[in-house]
């Protein structure tokens, strides 16, 4: 399926499937970490779990979309056994995601989920830099001044009060501050780096994700060795795993093939600003749905969200023809003036 072909009600399914399930992964994976009934699992197994989990939907869709088994075959043989460069490719943001992805946990063992959620706002920006440095886009003064407002109103919006109920862990705010930075950038680059990866040939999907969640497994396979081994030795690789567990495992697979989907249809920038229209959309929705009282802080954020999203969106001034028209007589600098 071309770009170009996709309609607008699925980039807009896949955008909101994507933040719901982003939403319900933070709350899901901080109650996993937090309170607790019996002992408490290893997250770099959950990491290293939801790769494999993810290699084998996207071998499962490739298939699908292959047509025979023998076709399937050929493909990973071509894109996988026959291109160790590219698979050296792919492992760069394999192993940034992997890095982040740990971090989450890290930083949601130690700071509660809307802490949590505001913060990681700061992705916005970091991947519209990432964004102009490393695929030579350029965004004029009034989209870095929307992406900026962006940030600031999806911070409202989130803003919630603290965590009523008593966790059961220590907490290290400092620690979990300094994991969300490191997310942060590694979000913003593995995210931009991959849609380089992925927009630059026309390599499918599925099979630039089956390259990078080969090497995601391996780089997750050696965090669990680095940091629990000892203990997954004695207890087991699942030691811990409640049904909560295993949700939180499953909702990290399908909000990652989610990502996935999205950035091919869109890009990185868009899935900031989408993600946060959806926000701003679901709440509207319970408001209406479910009476949900919506406060001063939702309102003013709802607002600042809508209108970066409008200044996002206006076309950009084209300097280069107003500089252009400054040299030249004076019929040619009406011509510009009036279009
Ligand atoms: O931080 P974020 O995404 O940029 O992280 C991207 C997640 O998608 C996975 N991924 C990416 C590309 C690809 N081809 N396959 C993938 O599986 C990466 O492994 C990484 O987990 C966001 O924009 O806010 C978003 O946030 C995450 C998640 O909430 C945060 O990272 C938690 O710290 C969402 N992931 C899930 O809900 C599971 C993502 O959907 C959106």
Redesign the pocket.
Known sequence: MGVENVSVIFKLYCLTV?TM??AT??VALRYTRTITTGEMYFSTTAVCLAEVI?LILSLGILSNESGSPSRLKNIIVEHVFCSPKELLKLSVPSLV?AI??NM?FLALSNLDAAVYSVT?QL?IPCTALCTVLMLNRSLSRMQWFSVFMLCGGVTLVQWQPAESTKVQVEQNPFVGFIAIAI?VLC?GFA?VY?EKVLKSSDTSLWV??IQ?YLSGILVTLIGVFINDGDHVMEKGFFFGYTPWVCFVVF??SV??????VV?KYTDNIM??FS?AAAIVISTVASVILFGLQITFSFTTGAILVCVSIYLYGLPKQDTSKLKTANNTDPASKQKLITV
């Not at 909000?255 to 996935?260: F, H, I, K």
């Open positions: 994507m399930v982003a992964y933070i993810k995601y982040q992805n989450a990681y992705k997310a979000s995210g991959f630039r994700n990078m909702l990290a909000g990652g093939l989610y990502t996935s950035v899935k900031g993600a």
